[in-house]
């Protein structure tokens, strides 16, 4: 008698479904980590346009960066201002209808203590240039505004001359020349080498004209 042939295995439905519902869900992480890692190449590269492009304006702009690095260090190492006070002035003035004297007190701001120590070695000299200055001076001059702004600039030039410093005023302008073809040409001006002025300003502690 011949035996039955064997039925076939039964796939069991159960099993076979959550192998294909894993199988799903790896491609679709691989994907979102690709649309992230795609993602994040694009966001680096525009950032590094971005600082390239700010490089590229910061070099056109030329002493722009040394300039704010140099405020920087400025204000990190801010140190309060050196003042070198001189005794008051006391000289007649040059007035011809009148005689009329003037007391002036002059203070002088300076760069650093080193100027102010230097500065004192050649305050006999500088006292000298200064009298001089007022000696030439008339009291209606000296009682101008004008007068006054001019008086510091010359007492500035004056305090700086004996330490052989030399404040050389902007040449004026050039005046035109006419040449050969009767066309007017205009003069070159002469540059000139700025020195260092260790004085930043001259201050008047007191003023007074009789």
């Not at 002035?89 to 701001?109: K, Y």
């Not at 500065?119 to 209606?140: C, D, E, F, Q």
């Not at 004008?146 to 600039?153: F, Q």
């Not at 007017?184 to 004085?199: G, L, Q, R, Y």
Request: hydrophobic share 50%.
């Amino acid at each position: 008698m011949a035996t039955a042939a064997a039925a076939p295995p039964v796939v069991d439905a159960e099993v076979v479904v959550p192998k294909k519902g894993k199988k799903k869900l790896i491609i679709i992480i691989a994907a979102v980590l690709a649309v992230l890692l795609i993602g994040g190449g694009v966001a680096a590269y525009m950032l590094k346009q971005k600082a390239a492009a700010e490089a590229a304006a910061d070099a056109e702009d030329g002493d722009a960066p040394v300039a704010k690095e140099e405020h920087a260090k400025k204000d990190e190492h801010k140190v309060p201002p050196v003042f070198v006070a001189l005794d008051p002035f006391v000289v007649n003035l040059a007035d011809r209808d009148a005689e009329r004297f003037a007391q002036i007190g002059v203070t002088l701001q300076v760069d650093d203590a080193h100027v102010a120590d230097e500065l004192k070695l050649y305050l006999p000299a500088v006292r000298n240039g200064i009298l001089m200055v007022l000696a030439h001076k008339t009291s209606a001059e000296l009682l101008e505004r004008s007068g006054k702004e001019l008086l510091a600039a010359e007492i500035m030039r004056e305090s700086v001359r004996p330490m052989g410093i030399n404040i050389v005023a902007d040449t004026p302008a050039a005046e035109p020349s006419t040449s050969a073809d009767g066309a007017d040409k205009p003069k070159k001006k002469k540059k000139k080498p700025v020195e260092h002025n260790p004085i930043v300003s001259v201050n008047f502690s007191s003023f007074i004209i009789q």
